[in-house]
């Protein structure tokens, strides 16, 4: 009996070294993928840090070896300055007016289109989609001289006009896509049963699909915001006159005759980047779950 026991015991050892030796294993790679995804955050954060610490330096501690990561002396003047020397108030609003009207503009007009694309039945609806998804793939160069003659001869030059009318015709072939296939999941079966119910198509879509497509919107939203806010290529074609320039222009104005004041410019740099990282902290679990929910299967 005793014998049959330690046979027993024997026996159930090995399964509980064995699953011991996995929890180990599994314990070990955890670990190891924390250390690795902790050690790409800090080296991804490095120009951060180092565009912050500058902007506390003296011109002369900017570039000393081995870097100082923390200045001896704060030199918070450099705020005050940057905000003096140039009209960075105005470069802010600039920035504001074009990044929030485009938002609304890209949010409205890709809303109603990919709500058609998804939702409706109308003829050639698959090929118009086929034609607006092939726009992605043009090269952004090669629609620069046109736009530029196109918004010239409508008398737009050094407004802001050609930066924020696009958004309200469309926002852009990939926002199209992102909330056409959001949209698509939603179960068609909802539209009918509005239907029925005697709604017409832009209330299900103000009062059905707004609603349930929230986490795309906000995606889109941030994404467009983005884009428009860190833009520099599009100011830099179409505004001339400095009460126009938005900040990323704006940064530019603080090189000096013989190179750039970089205590300046990191400093300017901090200012830019803050409100971008604070909307990301405050939207960042609706963005994630929009790239998540976005499914790749269409009606």
């Not at 330690?6 to 996995?22: E, H, T, V």
């Not at 924390?34 to 912050?52: E, K, Q, S």
């Not at 309200?168 to 698509?184: D, P, T, V």
Request: glycine share 8%.
């Amino acid at each position: 009996m005793a014998q049959q026991q330690s046979i027993k015991s024997a026996s159930d050892a090995g399964p509980l070294r064995f699953w011991q030796r996995m929890s180990v294993q599994r314990l070990a790679g955890r670990l190891l993928l924390h250390a690795i995804l902790i050690l790409l955050g800090i080296t991804f954060m490095v120009p951060l840090l180092w565009t912050l610490s500058t902007s506390f330096k003296h011109p002369g501690q900017v570039f000393t070896r081995p870097i100082q990561w923390i200045p001896q002396t704060l030199r918070w003047s450099n705020y005050q300055e940057v905000w003096t020397i140039l009209p960075m108030p105005l470069f802010i609003r600039n920035t504001m007016v074009i990044s929030v009207t485009a938002l609304i503009g890209t949010l409205l007009s890709t809303s109603l289109c990919g709500y058609s694309f998804a939702r409706l039945r109308w003829p050639g609806r698959e090929k118009v989609f086929a034609l607006v998804i092939g726009t992605m793939m043009l090269p952004g160069a090669v629609l620069l001289v046109p736009q530029f003659v196109l918004f010239r001869s409508l008398g737009w030059i050094d407004t802001f006009f050609p930066l924020i009318v696009p958004a309200w015709l469309g926002g852009g072939a990939f926002y199209i896509f992102l909330y056409r296939q959001f949209c698509s999941n939603i179960p068609y079966e909802m539209d009918e049963a509005a239907i029925m119910d005697g709604a017409g198509y832009f209330r299900i879509f103000w009062q059905i699909i707004l609603p349930l497509t929230r986490p795309a919107l906000i995606t889109i939203g941030l994404f467009s915001f983005l884009s428009h806010y860190n833009d520099f290529m599009g100011p830099l074609i179409y505004l001339n006159s400095n009460r126009n320039y938005t900040l990323s222009l704006g940064l530019r104005m603080y090189q000096g005759r013989f190179g750039y004041d970089w205590h300046w410019v990191m400093a300017a740099s901090v200012i830019t980047v803050a409100p971008v990282i604070v909307i990301f902290f405050l939207a960042q679990e609706q963005f994630i779950a929009g790239v998540q929910l976005t499914g790749l299967a269409g009606r």
